[in-house]
DNA sequence: TTCGCTTAGTTATACGTATTACTAAAGCAA
DNA sequence: TTGCTTTAGTAATACGTATAACTAAGCGAA
């Protein structure tokens, strides 16, 4: 008894193609494999090809992985599918994966610990050759483990990481100086009770220095409100604890991610206030509803991270490619200036 | 020499569990698969399992679906990864497919026919289970190899289907009533000259008839106008020839998707026009975004959709599951009436 | 004739797992 | 003692592919 219902033929193998063209398997092999086959004779080759095409064969993905060790197949994972910030990072990823001959699968940890425990188990069953990856929670020791055993890792970083000697990448901006820069543009508009809603993990934590160092540098009062998450809800709920306050409402509010100011952009418009008049808001990540809302924030180039993550990945798993020492790219980011501030 | 570097360590097979715990490769994949064991003690049970840990055991995945023909992993074939409308559906794929032990890949095919075939040919490698896709451009014919060769499909349809003897299932929402109701709310506003936005392939057609026949039925000329794909630059340009027109300008524009009608609006701004005093906007899908930009549009329960297509996967790829005929599933759509109408 | 080379393949094996069929040893009853 | 049952495993095999190692036949050269 199989696996699959009998119902279902089972799918040719290279077995049958030889069976039906009077050749041996391994003379099946060969012709599918190679262009050139210098012990087959264009005839057999031809003959071979014919058959094959005719049973409709398709290789058998599993037993070549097994055999060869390769998947073909990077892997994506990233915290958050509903997220608008990750579509592109995967566009810039396929742009450059899929001419190499790779596939790219996605894994969506939710943000979670645990799933993101789960999404190394998974790399470390074989199941793909090389990951990008944006991790909340793991850290380099729980990592390690995938660069060990030949998995090279592009992580998606908010600062500059040391070079290592384990096949572990980064590409990145450098999200503290874009969140002083905005800050910056904050102050400068007059400004003085600035607020910033943060998330628990994530990328939040350099953002929030980078804010953090300015303020102070200007005298002013870092004020940072946080929620769980990165979703509208939190950034909602956290601007109306803001709003419920007494006296000391803040006059700008910046998000920690364009999904927050998102979030809290509906609060206070809910909450009957103009923006940016009665109250001055602005993102990060510029994700693509961001222009139609007019919200000010910091550019992340998404799809080079993307692309540069790929490429990146696709010279590591080139022969001898996990023996160079992991390094850190760094891409610019941009200021985009619109109507919420 | 291995597909791997020598540089990383192999992974530890069941043979290196054997030979630390001085059992048979057999006894090991006894005591890793099954939960009860009678012909392996206890004792040698816990030893096995301890050097199991030590040395960080994993399955190969390879290795296991090879033999057993299963991959427990579901796919989903989607258009387009940056339309906010699939991160959703994705969500409820996996709220039913992962306490079932199934974990959701995403195949993006960017709307395009040679992708599709690629999708197409990448199940039938052998890669998942079972998949629940968008296809825009292949038809049955087409798809009915997957179903033979024994790889349920649900499809994410714009219509009822008849049923079918394979194991082709679908879900969906009457496009075309959804649309007729939502042309019936702008008649009712009192516009007269409605104009729809369409793509050229995908689900917009069965909008589009639902559009065309209420207008009709009103006594009203159609008015259509395609552009490629579902994306906002789309959107923007249909929604600039529109403006570009002398005289019959519509009053209002119907978008066949939200993206469509994201962009509509954003060119409408542009041009200097109050949305809904100058020109009423209806989109279709209620994405994220639709709620904070105030866009009249047509819910589709996109979270229920997938669910329910896990479900049916799920239910398919039981013993037996194969061969009940294929089944239509209907979810209702809603009207959710904002500012932009 | 014998040797070597080319042609056209074939045979055998390994990848890691799951499973079926088998077995050696011990224990116990008759 | 023999025969049977239980215990505690092991040996063998198959899944489909890729590839290294081999070979049989034919031909030309020395």
Known sequence: MKGRDKAAPARPTQKDIALAAGVSQAAVSLVLNKSETPSVPPATRTRILEVAEGLGYRPNHPARMLRSARTMTLACVIPDITNPFYPGLVRG?????????????????????????????????????????????????????????????????????????????????????AAAEMTRLLIARGHRRIAMIQAEFGPSQRRAQGYGAVMREAGLTPDFITDSAYSEESGARAMTRLLERKGDRPTAVFGASDVLALGAMEAARNAGLSIPNDIAIAGFDDIPVAKLLGLTTVRQPEFDLGALAAETLVRRLQPGGLATPGRSHELKFEIMTRSSV
């Open 93 to 177: 990823l396929q742009t450059i994966a899929a001419p190499a001959g790779y596939d790219v699968l996605i894994f969506d940890t939710d943000g979670r610990p645990e799933r993101e425990a789960r999404a190394i188990d998974w790399l470390l069953q074989g199941r793909a050759d090389g990951v990008v990856a944006t991790f909340f929670h793991l850290r380099v020791p729980q990592l390690a483990v995938l660069a060990r055993k030949g998995i090279p890792l592009v992580r998606l970083e908010s600062r500059h990481k040391p070079d290592g000697p384990l096949a572990i990448d980064s590409v990145y901006i450098d999200n503290a100086e």
